[in-house]
């Protein structure tokens, strides 16, 4: 099992940074990769990005190339979510999520609320 809690969110303007922080505990040592999620309103639920927990690649999907980093920090198991330039469309609940074998999401936080105001 995996705990995953995420904290960071909140409202900004449009142009602001924020930073969220997912802090994994439990049986963090058979996470693969950790990724973050995000929910806006009336929208299914996409993807933002990815790290792979020992070889630190990531993935971004597009709309937030540029703008978002994903970092992790092995020694607190805790994987983040820079977001710079953000924009009202970036409004949504952000998970974070991990995979132990890749071939599914198995464990997820609670999510955090950003809201972006223009």
């Known amino acids: 099992q995996v705990q995953l809690v995420e904290s960071g969110g909140g409202l900004v303007q449009a142009g602001a940074p924020l930073r969220l922080s997912c802090a994994a505990s439990g049986g963090t040592y058979s996470i693969l990769t950790m990724g973050w999620f995000r929910r806006a309103p009336g929208k299914e639920r996409e993807f933002v990005a990815s790290i792979n927990w020992s070889s630190s690649s990531t993935y971004y999907t597009d709309s937030v190339k540029g703008r978002f980093t994903i970092s992790k920090d092995n020694a607190k198991n805790t994987v983040y979510l820079q977001m710079n330039s953000l924009k009202p469309e970036d409004t949504a609940v952000y998970y974070c999520?991990?995979?132990?074998?890749?071939?599914?999401?198995?464990?997820w936080g609670q999510g955090t609320q950003v809201t972006v105001s223009s």
């Open positions: 999520a991990c995979t132990l074998y890749g071939s599914s999401w198995d464990y």
